[in-house]
């Protein structure tokens, strides 16, 4: 499993994108403008469960918030190379 954790320009994490492998790959951000905190345990369950039930592929990544689009795109590069020739 790859791990990435997304940050804001005060290098505060924000988020996470994780990848199980080349096809499941999964998000989650939480909402500083409510005044939400980033909790790791919380937002890794909810980018695998994401990634498990709804993986982001490269024809999907326009519903992810554009915060995280470009992670998302990274990290579905990265999984491609990563797990090259990797059997389930």
Avoid: W
Wanted: proline fraction near 1%; glycine fraction near 8%; hydrophobic fraction near 40%.
């Amino acid at each position: 499993m790859l791990i990435k954790y997304i940050r804001d320009k005060k290098d505060a994490k924000v988020g996470v994108v994780v990848a199980l492998d080349q096809e499941h790959i999964g998000y989650s951000l939480c909402n500083k403008s409510h005044g939400d905190k980033f909790d790791r345990e919380k937002g890794l369950s909810i980018a695998i469960g994401r990634a498990e039930k709804n993986p982001i592929t490269i024809i999907n990544v326009l519903g992810v918030a554009s915060s995280a689009r470009t992670e998302c795109l990274r990290m579905l590069d990265k999984a491609r190379r990563y797990f090259k020739g990797a059997t389930i």
